[in-house]
């Protein structure tokens, strides 16, 4: 099922429909492909998106999440020069906190992974290092 949303909110629509189609097809499994933008944490624009950051980039990642197993993501910076295209140095991330796949944990009955919550509270709470909770 390929999808393009237009916007964060389309991103979330589009995520509780993809729910639905696991619930659907019982399927135990989901593989995202996705091209997305990453940016440093801003701790004066805590709420800030990484598409808008001026330092952002943008990556290739391919997400694997099961419903018995940890989420697996690989990434890779896509660096452009001219009209070429590169990838840069793929990154495997374990038990890698996805959040806009939490309702596929919702429609398989899982819990949402408590280092997932930790990462929230801290960035919630203006933490300096949140990613110091992620896996890696």
Known sequence: MAQRPRDQRDKYLMMRGLANEVIQLSADAVV????????PADPKQPFMNA??????KEQLTGTLVSQSGATVQFSAEIQRHGDKIELGETHIHRDFASFSLAPVYEAWGRPIPEHWLKLVR????????PSESQPK
């Open 32 to 39: 995202e492909i996705a091209e997305s933008w990453i940016a």
């Open 122 to 129: 801290q960035l919630s709470s203006g933490s300096d290092h």
């Open 51 to 56: 598409s808008d950051s001026p330092a952002r």
